[in-house]
């Protein structure tokens, strides 16, 4: 089964520190994804990378920057905490090799708040 | 650009009864998936519909998708206590061709009573 892992659970920071988010998949999947979830807002793509060193932007990238310099491991940076974004994060990865209709695996999420 | 709605976004029924949730899309999506999030865990992927007329079932739940209508169902037979949960589900997005690239629903909060 694929296993996707984020660092953290719960993390609180405060407004204007430079938060970093981690997360590892153990299936060498190509594509990873970064999602924000909140309450009546459902999922909303932030970034996301289909190989090494690239990256994409989704619908919601503004105060964020994401780093794929190995291929299990897509960092989501939050450059300057703000108060609203404070929310839960969830990472995903999905075996692109084994057709593009696969489902995303996520992980458990990070539930961030800023102070 | 793809837009996907659920609705109901809030449901509560009786053990032992019958429900649809409904997921429209706004434009072609080659794909549609259903994604089920208990409480504080994370989603985990219950469908993949690919293409018109496609049904799959497992257990008290079917998931159908009407290509033409821009529709996919989720039905619930026989709601038991363990089918609470917020259900998703997902279309493939715009720019994701080969990225696998979701456009999720709001989600629709299940409420199963006894």
């Known amino acids: 089964d694929v296993k996707v892992t984020q660092s953290s659970r719960y993390l609180v920071k405060r407004t204007g520190e430079k938060v970093f988010l981690e997360c590892v998949q153990d299936m060498d999947h190509e594509n990873m994804f970064w999602y924000r979830q909140d309450p009546g807002l459902g999922l909303r793509l932030i970034y996301f990378s289909y190989d090494v060193k690239m990256k994409e932007k989704g619908d919601i990238p503004e105060g964020y920057s994401v780093s794929r310099e190995k291929k299990e491991r897509f960092s989501l940076i939050l450059e300057s905490a703000s108060t609203n974004q404070t929310s839960m994060y969830l990472c995903?990865?999905?075996?692109?090799?084994?057709?593009?209709?696969?489902?995303?695996?996520f992980g458990d999420g990070t539930r961030l708040s800023i102070l | 650009e793809l837009k996907v709605e659920q609705n109901p976004l809030f449901l509560s029924m009786q053990e032992g009864k019958n429900y649809t949730i409904y997921c429209n899309y706004s434009?072609?999506?080659?794909?549609l998936y259903w994604y089920r999030q208990d409480p504080g865990k994370s989603l985990e992927s219950l469908f993949v519909?690919?293409?018109?007329?496609a049904v799959k079932q497992e257990g008290r739940l079917m998931a159908s998708l009407d290509t033409k209508a821009r529709l996919s169902t989720l039905h619930i037979t026989a709601a038991v206590h363990d089918l609470s949960a917020t259900y998703f589900c997902?279309?493939?997005?715009?720019?994701?061709?080969?990225?696998?690239?979701?456009?999720f629903g709001k989600g629709t909060k299940l409420s199963v009573k006894p």
């Open positions: 519909l690919l293409s018109n007329g």
């Open positions: 995903a990865a999905v075996d692109q090799g084994r057709g593009r209709n696969q489902p995303q695996h």
């Open positions: 434009t072609t999506s080659d794909r």
């Open positions: 997902a279309g493939g997005g715009p720019t994701g061709g080969s990225q696998g690239n979701l456009i």
